[in-house]
């Protein structure tokens, strides 16, 4: 792999490349009225030639030190913004793990030090266990969608995906959650969508935000989903008819674990990683994503997908 030049160095080569070109131009025509190249007459032409290489040399050398100081001076600015995040998301990871973890203690340690409780308690209590124990799973599920999208790319295989096939299967899977809600689903998606990426990534990406229009969008609403050929991409469209998102919200909702209302999203099993897995992956697959609420209500999802 082609090690990327860093910015300091391409404004080295661009400043020095600019500066050859000047000084060339300068010496074969310091005397602006000829027409052609014509060979040094005169001691003071080499003495120009010989000048303005050692000016170079010299601006050369300051502006590589420079850019190397600029260099690391971004080195140790995105390390400290690295590190910084990394401890924001190891504080979010450990509040969100405390909340499933100490209700499944609770629940078995009731069970366990009252062994005369009722069949139906104990049931109850196992059935609470399991519900956690499945947001816990879920949460670490998604962590490491994270993670891999962040630090293992270069392993994320790729392949010919069928969107529409995809998609009609995530609607069947979810139909019997849409119909509790009575909500209605609209795949309006064109036949044989065929993008080159990774199956399990664009699945996350269509389940997210169909799972999160079912839980936030309130009941009875609309979703309905759509898709544009845009010569080398797909421009899809995910729109739901529901409550929306104030205004304020919608810059952040991408973020890892930004929650509008905590509490409901809790209650509702989120694990506020959704719509930032749905943003990596659409990144990943060289689109970009917008949120919005048209004028007549709702929430609408933008994002294009690269078809190769």
């Known amino acids: 792999m082609k090690k990327k030049l860093s910015e300091g160095r391409k404004m080295w080569m661009s400043v020095m490349a600019i500066f050859l070109i000047y000084a060339t131009i300068f010496i074969l025509f310091e005397d602006y009225d000829r027409k052609f190249i014509m060979p040094f007459e005169e001691v003071s032409d080499w003495h120009l030639l010989l000048f303005s290489l050692v000016v170079m040399a010299g601006l050369g050398f300051l ?30 990871i450990a509040h969100e793990l405390k909340t499933p973890v100490a209700s499944i203690l609770g ?16 049931k109850q209590f196992v059935s609470r266990t399991h519900a956690q124990a499945k947001r816990l799973s879920t949460l670490l599920q998604d962590i490491s969608t994270l993670n891999r999208m962040d630090y293992a790319r270069d392993f994320i295989s790729m392949e010919r995906v069928n ?48 799972d999160n229009a079912i839980n936030y969008a309130g009941q009875g609403t609309t979703i309905e989903v759509s898709a544009t050929d845009d010569a080398d991409s797909w421009l899809f469209a995910f729109r739901d008819n529901g409550t ?14 930004y929650r509008i209302d905590k509490g409901r999203s809790r209650e509702m ?25 048209p004028d007549d209500g709702g929430l609408l999802f933008e994002f294009t997908l690269r078809k190769r």
Do not use: W
């Open 63 to 92: 502006l590589f030190r420079y850019s190397k100081r600029m260099d690391d001076r971004i080195s140790r600015e995105q390390a400290e913004k690295e590190n910084r995040m990394r401890r924001e998301l190891t504080q979010n």
């Open 107 to 122: 629940f078995t340690e009731t069970i366990l030090d009252n062994p005369d409780i009722t069949e139906e308690v104990q």
């Open 163 to 210: 969107v529409s096939v995809l998609f009609a299967d995530i609607a069947k899977e979810t139909s019997i959650a849409l119909e509790r809600r009575q909500m209605t689903l609209h795949n309006c998606l064109p036949q044989d969508i065929v993008i080159r990426g990774n199956h399990t990534l664009l699945y996350s990406i269509f389940r997210n935000l169909v």
């Open 244 to 257: 929306g998102i104030p205004e304020e919200h919608l810059a952040r909702i991408f973020e890892r674990f």
């Open 269 to 293: 099993g989120g694990t506020g990683l959704g719509l930032s897995i749905v943003k990596n992956a659409v990144v990943l697959h060289g689109g970009n994503i917008t949120a919005r609420t």
